[in-house]
């Protein structure tokens, strides 16, 4: 990836795409709020965005950090503050927070990565 | 595309909520059925929920992958029925008992309670998502 247009925009991108994964995790939480003996799942995001980021300055090697399945990122459960007795792990104001916060990042890098856009609009256009 | 999964994941618990306020609703409403097709008093219903991994995400690496919800079955309550001594009753026993249907109306109201706070939430996690997919649309506009 020599593009500089493309390194310009591939961090944000995989900001993107790995805040849209982290979304349909907290989704699937929510969703399975009163499903007996389910897990809460979630990921490391600050983790998993480093091992894209040195994964790709490594011109498209595997990154050390064990990011390379498929571009997806490593799924962890959930601890609870407190157990339930049907075996759920999830606490549904704890995932509607996480869900919220998700929401309002994916937004932020969402406003950065059109900020660049526009930025290299700009200086095409003059 | 991660986001437009949310809408499957967020479908399939909603649905699912859904039958669970329909037996409820179905267990309230006959409370006090004596008598079924069968001639037995009606049984408590209830909705078993499963967890059912998303097939794109199934990989042997990663065991955990988000997952939609899926009714199990609906299974039917084993609680004993309650008698209630009331001779006149065409549909008394020997002693005078009738068998009235094991509901615990109580119990079904924090189900309903449940099941459309349930419903709610999914319902805002679409619209949430819903909103996020569509200013990804316009991103560099």
Redesign the interface.
Known sequence: MTNPLDNLLHFQGEALKLRGYRQELLAANIANADTPNYKAVDFDFAKALRAEAQGTGQSGAAAPGGAATGGKPQVQYRIPAQASLDGNSVEIDAARAQFAGNTVRYEAAMNTLSMQIKMMLSAIKG | ???L??FG??E??VAA?SQ?LNVVASNIANANSVSGPDGQPYRAREV????VP?KA?Q?P??A??????EVAGVVESAAPPRTVYDPQNPMADAHGYVELPNVNVVDEMVNML??SR?YQ??VE?MN??KN?LL??LT???
């Open positions: 595309m991660s986001l999964n949310v994941i967020s399939s618990a909520q669970r078993v929920f499963r967890a998303t995400a990989s690496g990663s955990q992958s988000p997952a939609k919800v449940s099941a349930s939430d999914n996690v949430t998502t996020l200013k990804t991103l560099g506009e």
